[in-house]
């Protein structure tokens, strides 16, 4: 009767050690899984936020007004201080120029924003615009 006791002890303190061993491996991959979405959110930002852009020519002023709407689709990550660049364009396609646009905001993760900005440089002959994140910084 001792030897069975003694067997089912042992049984039993094993299954709680793998118990709690499996608790702990799960709670790693946990983990893992979340600092790797984490750095793969600061890495890659233009993946994450959405981006509607839309720009016109102003009318009693020189340069543009541009439009931003930007969604933050990411889990973890607030970005903030997006900057910009415009490339600005001939009828022949032929680059004329660009200037740096900087949005200081925080996007929270699932939150949107709308910003609108003036250009300030004066530059001629421009027939379309071309808009593109250069850098942003994020937060957790």
Do not use: C, W
């Amino acid at each position: 009767m001792k030897g069975i006791l003694k067997k089912l002890g042992v049984v039993l303190l094993l299954l709680a050690g793998l118990y709690i061993y499996d608790i702990n491996s799960e709670r790693n991959y946990k983990a893992d899984m979340i600092y790797s979405r984490l750095t793969d959110e600061e890495k890659r930002p233009h993946y994450y936020l959405e981006q509607d852009i839309s720009y016109r020519k102003r009318f009693f002023h020189s340069g543009y007004e541009i439009y931003f709407k930007i969604k933050n689709m990411s889990k973890y990550s607030t970005y903030k201080n997006l900057k910009y660049k415009v490339y600005y364009y001939s009828k022949t396609d032929v680059l004329i120029g660009t200037e740096i646009i900087n949005i200081y905001e925080y996007i929270k993760p699932n939150k949107k924003i709308r910003k609108s900005e003036y250009t300030t440089k004066k530059i001629k002959n421009v027939d379309r615009l071309s808009i593109s994140l250069v850098k942003t910084e994020t937060t957790q």
